[in-house]
């Protein structure tokens, strides 16, 4: 019968998933990422471990998933389970945070805010909250939007390269307004829904003009919507990013003109502040702008 003394400590476990991390860490530098993952050798000298040991040790990861070994040149690289397993918790921490950031972003502004994401190339609300003004915008907690026709949507797509972009726009760049399901009650009175954006006030009519549009959310870090979905309804929109510094949702904040109007760029600042703290809060990287 095996003594106290013979069985693995949780001290001795605790330490094995610590060394293990800190390979991982080591495969997640730049170094490894420049050169597309790293020898057993290289690995050990930046760990400052065995040889013998670092190669057991990623071998096993390796079964796991959590690294993956190229077969033509042997090098490790951080396997995809790792990414997986950080959208997951990813996904998770922004359904969390983002519904105390939507009632919290609500009640400075007093108008009513909503949190997007893209899905099947247009927008959906996944979180909504009113104003608490009677007169106020409309709320649209899981309805689809297009997302050239949304600031959101704009905020969403802003960080693809042109070639997606135009892959998108080919597609998507002339969706109607609405793409379901909308509950009329839903819709805030005294504003009328716009099936087309008045001309002088769209910020997106072709793919060129779509382009110059992210261009000016990128230097400017939000993008604004002025009557170009319902008429006399303004709003700004903002980047919440994960840790690679992708943008996974938005943050939107929408009211009528009369109200917000004189104050918009104002808002978008404030709205692309509360979006990198949220960022900040799920793991994020900000973006530059």
Avoid at 10 to 25: K, P, Q
Avoid at 56 to 67: D, F, I, K
Avoid at 264 to 283: F, M, N
């Amino acid at each position: 019968m095996s003594s106290p003394t013979d069985r693995p400590s949780g001290r001795r476990n605790s330490s094995g998933l610590t060394r293990d991390l800190e390979l991982l860490e080591v495969l997640s530098s730049e170094e490894a990422a420049r050169a597309g993952g790293l020898g057993v050798v290289r690995v050990a000298e930046l760990a400052g471990r065995d040889k013998a040991v670092v190669s057991r040790s990623l071998a096993t990861l390796a079964e796991a998933g959590l690294v993956e070994r190229d077969p033509s040149s042997m090098a490790y690289r951080v396997g995809s389970r790792i990414y997986s397993l950080a959208a997951i918790t990813a996904e998770a921490t922004l359904a969390r945070e983002g519904r105390t950031a939507v009632k919290r972003i609500a009640q400075a502004t007093r108008e009513t805010t909503h949190l997007c994401v893209l899905r099947g190339g247009n927008v959906l609300t996944i979180l909504s909250e009113l104003s608490p003004h009677e007169f106020r915008s409309t709320g649209w907690e899981g309805v689809t939007t297009a997302a050239w026709r949304t600031p959101s949507g704009r905020v969403l797509l802003s960080d693809w390269d042109e070639q997606a972009l135009r892959l998108w726009y080919s597609e998507h760049g002339h969706d109607r307004v609405i793409l379901g399901p909308l509950n009329p009650a839903m819709q805030a009175p005294g504003f009328s829904l716009l099936e087309e954006p008045p001309r002088d006030k769209a910020r997106v009519t072709d793919f060129d003009s779509l382009l110059r549009e992210i261009s000016v959310i990128k230097e400017r870090g939000y993008a604004l919507l002025e009557e170009e979905m319902e008429t006399g309804v303004v709003g700004a929109s903002a980047p919440v990013t994960d840790y690679a510094g992708r943008v996974i949702a938005a943050i939107n904040v929408s009211g009528p003109a009369l109200r917000v109007g004189r104050q918009l760029d104002a808002l978008g600042a404030h709205v692309a502040r509360a979006a990198a703290e949220l960022s900040a809060k799920i793991g994020g990287q900000a973006r530059p702008t």
